[in-house]
């Protein structure tokens, strides 16, 4: 059954302003699925054919994905970090100085070695490859409680999940330090599967648009930290391949 999936930022709080979200997109286009799919990872949904619309990863779709998924855009956000549709990853550590000297002593938490703000973002940040150890968290929150918990030194986190773990985990937010910032990059984008017709491309751009500008909805863009929609199309994000010269930064040195 085809569904849509909204899960880049899986917090359990958020999921029913996600909800009416995409409840208030669906007005404008009923062909499209109405339910929201929360099991599984954003990867899957986003190499699934049944996933009519994935907020996918952005360094994915540039790479493993590119024959897959196409870009129908992306969200403005609305938190310290960001710029527009555009941000910069959060750089956080277990203490105010950082692992500034990037030394092989230091232990990295990483969501993921797919993800642009928790690996591809913090390799960049060192000079292209970590030198330390990785310790694979599975989830940019759980990379905070490892910094937190002094099972890692530094973690690189997506601005937009930082900003909502600082209001929804204050105490943890607390417990760790920011120290840096990773590279300005696109935010998530919004994917189809490749082989969706223009005509439904469109259609999908002018309800997200039209959707994200009703002020009956100001409460929930406040509370995804929204600020609109952006039409973009793939090239947007081929930049990002830049961020990784010779596919070093994919390397995970554990």
Known sequence: MAFVSLTMYPFAALRPAWERLWAAVHEFVPWMPSGLRWSGTVLDH?????????????WPVA??????????GAFNLDHPGADGHHYCSTLISASEAGCSAWTDDCTAAVNGDDS??????????????????????????????????????????????WAHIGRLFPE??????????GPRVPSPPLVVPIGTPQRCIDEIRQ??????????????????????????DDVDYEPILGLAPDDRSRRINR
């Open 63 to 72: 790479t493993v994905l590119r024959d897959k998924v196409t870009v129908v």
């Open 172 to 181: 943890l937010a607390r417990r760790v330090h920011v120290v840096g910032q």
């Open 116 to 161: 642009l703000s928790g690996w591809i973002s913090l390799a960049c940040a060192a000079g292209g490859t970590w030198p330390g150890r990785v310790l694979s968290t599975g989830a940019h929150l759980e990379s905070v409680r490892a910094v937190g918990d002094g099972r890692a030194g530094v973690a690189s986190i997506d601005s937009t999940s």
């Open 46 to 58: 986003s190499a699934d054919a049944a996933c009519a619309l994935v907020h996918a990863c952005g």
């Open 207 to 232: 309800a997200m648009a039209r959707a994200l500008a009703d002020p009956e909805i100001d409460a929930v863009r406040g509370e995804l930290l929204l600020d609109g929609f952006v039409a973009l």
